[in-house]
């Protein structure tokens, strides 16, 4: 008896899991949500294409299979497209429907802030749309200490997934050459141990590009000396840099004309190179080379451009308070610059170069008052103006 009922509850357990089984397969089959198939009706392709040097726009879009008729079609909907200005680089992106020999969508960058759709309609037609590319700022906290340059340590604190390396580049030439050009050397006065904190706007595409955008505060410690500097953007727009106290670091002159070290200090007995004796060094020389753009360091008139003497090539320019800066050993002078032309601060003069007694590409710089040679690094370049009355409660929020 017990037997049977052992091999009646075994055949039991059986009978029940394949009827479990049986309704759980049936319920599968009547409840659960099943998705519609995908088909996909259309495939594309996308292709780019670049204008190279010495071609036009038909080359370009003849490349695509458009041409004739049709290429004066998507020429005719190009707003914002001047064909005659289209500069080699230029890129094209093609969208073309899978065995189609001509492209349903072409797009191309205007500017920064513009981007150019063409599609092609049903009917064969063309239309065009321009479409603003939204720039949204992030501020980017950059705190560190130098260790051999700003550039190099720089370039090795900020993550290229933040900034580009082309970006961080324009962010030390905007320190160096924009912001504290009027009160820091960055040539010589930087050192290895020198502190700072920056305030960086970083900006982000509709697109997903990254660029840098500009400095909102700086806070650099040189040589126990502290350096502050908040953006401050004036009536037309532009940014304008003041120190804590709300003084303009803009100054009269810039520390120099170049952006590269000292290879020869200010001196009244320094071994001449070239003559091999000592004698006066009445300016500073910046290792630059060959063909470096050279900036004036103030506002002025040109008073001399031409050879002269173991100067080389030179210019020398008259500012206000007596006071006349040279730019001397250049390989060529700039476009315009002759005497009596009027040239503003950082307008190219001049080009270094290794003309003269030069042993070397550089630029030797002299900074003189009244006739009289003044060490470039230590004269007067002036006091920056205060922020104006009607922005000043700007300045302090």
């Known amino acids: 008896?017990?037997?049977?009922?052992?091999?009646?509850?075994?055949?039991?357990?059986?009978?029940?899991?394949?009827?479990?089984?049986?309704?759980?397969?049936?319920?599968?089959?009547?409840?659960?949500?099943?998705?519609?198939?995908?088909?996909?009706?259309?495939?594309?392709?996308?292709?780019?294409?670049?204008?190279?040097?010495d071609e036009t726009l038909t080359h370009v879009f003849g490349r695509q299979g458009i041409a004739g008729p049709e290429l004066l079609a998507v020429l005719g909907a190009a707003t914002g497209l001047n064909p005659r200005r289209v500069a080699a680089g230029q890129i094209f992106e093609f969208r073309y429907a899978v065995g189609e020999p001509a492209p349903l969508r072409v797009k191309t960058r205007l500017s920064d802030q513009r981007v150019l759709w063409l599609r092609r309609g049903a009917g064969g037609g063309w239309r065009g749309?321009?479409?603003?590319?939204?720039?949204?700022?992030?501020?980017?906290?950059?705190?560190?200490?130098?260790?051999?340059?700003?550039?190099?340590?720089?370039?090795?604190?900020?993550?290229?997934?933040?900034?580009?390396?082309?970006?961080?580049?324009?962010?030390?030439?905007?320190?160096?050459?924009?912001?504290?050009?009027?009160?820091?050397?960055?040539?010589?006065?930087?050192?290895?141990?020198?502190?700072?904190?920056?305030?960086?706007?970083?900006?982000?595409?509709?697109?997903?590009?990254?660029r840098y955008g500009r400095l909102l505060a700086a806070h650099l410690a040189t040589r126990g000396t502290e350096r502050t500097a908040y953006v401050l953007s004036d009536a037309a727009g532009r940014n304008a840099y003041y120190d804590a106290g709300g003084r303009s670091l803009r100054r009269a002159f810039k520390r120099s004309?170049?952006?590269?070290?000292?290879?020869?200090?200010?001196?009244?007995?320094?071994?001449?190179?070239?003559?091999?004796?000592?004698?006066?060094?009445?300016?500073?020389?910046?290792?630059?080379?060959?063909?470096?753009?050279?900036e004036a360091t103030g506002e002025g008139t040109v008073v001399r451009a031409g050879r002269w003497g173991g100067y080389g090539l030179?210019?020398?320019?008259?500012?206000?308070?007596?006071?006349?800066?040279?730019?001397?050993?250049?390989?060529?002078?700039?476009?315009?610059?002759?005497?009596?032309?009027?040239?503003?601060?950082?307008?190219?003069?001049?080009?270094?170069?290794?003309?003269?007694?030069?042993?070397?590409?550089?630029?030797h710089y002299e900074f003189l008052k009244n006739g009289k040679p003044i060490n470039p690094s230590s004269a007067d370049v002036g006091q920056g103006a205060p922020v104006p009355e009607a922005r000043r409660e700007a300045f302090e929020a």
């Open 1 to 53: 008896m017990p037997l049977r009922f052992t091999r009646l509850g075994t055949a039991g357990t059986v009978l029940a899991l394949l009827g479990a089984w049986t309704a759980a397969r049936a319920w599968s089959r009547t409840q659960l949500p099943v998705a519609a198939p995908l088909v996909v009706t259309v495939a594309y392709l996308d292709r780019a294409d670049t204008m190279r040097r």
């Open 129 to 210: 749309e321009v479409e603003r590319v939204v720039w949204t700022p992030h501020q980017v906290r950059v705190i560190g200490t130098i260790n051999s340059s700003v550039y190099q340590t720089i370039h090795a604190l900020i993550p290229d997934s933040v900034l580009p390396p082309e970006e961080k580049s324009k962010l030390v030439f905007n320190l160096a050459d924009e912001v504290f050009a009027w009160e820091i050397d960055f040539a010589v006065e930087i050192r290895e141990g020198d502190r700072f904190r920056f305030l960086v706007e970083r900006l982000v595409s509709s697109e997903g590009e990254v």
């Open 257 to 294: 004309p170049v952006s590269y070290r000292v290879t020869s200090s200010f001196s009244f007995g320094r071994f001449h190179p070239i003559l091999r004796r000592y004698r006066a060094h009445l300016g500073t020389d910046f290792r630059a080379p060959y063909g470096t753009p050279v």
């Open 314 to 363: 030179v210019v020398a320019i008259r500012h206000l308070r007596g006071i006349e800066t040279r730019y001397a050993h250049l390989s060529r002078i700039g476009n315009r610059i002759q005497p009596g032309v009027r040239v503003d601060q950082g307008e190219i003069i001049g080009y270094s170069g290794n003309s003269g007694l030069s042993a070397a590409p550089h630029v």
